[in-house]
């Protein structure tokens, strides 16, 4: 896929496959040592420490047992869960994911350091609309960034504020928005 720009490590694969092409079925597991992928938008490579795939007659498992761990975004990560073949593509994700002390940049907006711990459902890959996570993310530290211009912030609520729809009971003023 286009996402991945280059992979390197090691597998031991122990998979029977049988059948014709385009209905092979395989069976057996894959069980992942230390790899590195680059990854198209991260500065820094997906680390895999290990994990262990199985492969069945109609999906792909991996067993909470033996999640797939590595570490990212300056922190560590495990997943384990389900996913189902259909024909070349997938479906039917069901995905447990952990992390601890990832952190994010947007630049210029925000910083954020945060642990997961989520599941997240993709019954369609093709349709966005039916994805779902649920779960928790606690932000362990962020930073919020915004350009600001005091004079037009003052200006704008005072002049121009009795033409904006919302209604607010507490405003706070320019020292408690900006100490």
Same mark, same amino acid.
Request: aromatic content about 8%; glycine content about 8%; overall charge negative.
């Given at each position: 896929?286009?996402?991945?720009?280059?992979?390197?490590?090691?597998a031991? #694969?122990d998979? *029977?496959m049988?059948g014709?092409?385009?209905? $092979?079925?395989a &069976?057996g597991? @894959? !069980?992942?040592e230390?790899?590195?992928?680059?990854?198209?938008d991260?500065?820094?490579?997906l680390?895999?420490?290990?994990?262990?795939?199985?492969?069945?007659?109609?999906?792909l498992? #991996?067993?909470? *047992?033996?999640?797939?761990?590595g570490?990212i $975004?300056?922190? &560590?990560?495990? @997943? !384990?869960?389900?996913?189902?073949?259909?024909g070349?593509?997938?479906?039917?994700?069901?995905?447990?994911?952990?992390?601890?002390?990832?952190?994010?940049?947007?630049?210029?907006?925000?910083?954020?350091?945060?642990?997961?711990e989520?599941?997240?459902?993709?019954?369609?890959?093709d349709r966005? !609309?039916?994805?779902?996570?649920?779960?928790?993310v606690?932000?362990?530290?962020?930073?919020?960034?915004?350009n600001?211009?005091?004079?037009?912030?003052?200006?704008?609520n005072?002049?121009?504020g009795v033409?904006t729809?919302?209604?607010?009971?507490?405003?706070?003023?320019?020292v408690?928005?900006?100490?």
């Amino acid at each position: 896929p286009e996402t991945f720009l280059e992979a390197t490590g090691i597998a031991n #694969v122990d998979v *029977e496959m049988r059948g014709p092409p385009g209905e $092979l079925v395989a &069976v057996g597991q @894959v !069980d992942l040592e230390p790899a590195e992928v680059l990854l198209r938008d991260f500065s820094e490579p997906l680390v895999l420490l290990g994990g262990r795939l199985k492969l069945d007659r109609d999906k792909l498992i #991996v067993p909470p *047992e033996n999640p797939v761990r590595g570490r990212i $975004l300056g922190g &560590v990560f495990a @997943v !384990d869960g389900t996913v189902g073949p259909d024909g070349m593509s997938l479906s039917n994700l069901n995905a447990n994911i952990w992390s601890h002390n990832l952190s994010y940049r947007v630049p210029e907006v925000a910083d954020l350091t945060f642990d997961t711990e989520a599941n997240l459902r993709i019954p369609n890959f093709d349709r966005p !609309d039916t994805w779902t996570v649920s779960g928790d993310v606690r932000i362990l530290d962020g930073r919020y960034y915004e350009n600001v211009s005091i004079f037009q912030e003052a200006l704008t609520n005072r002049l121009l504020g009795v033409f904006t729809r919302r209604t607010e009971t507490y405003e706070a003023s320019l020292v408690e928005k900006f100490p």
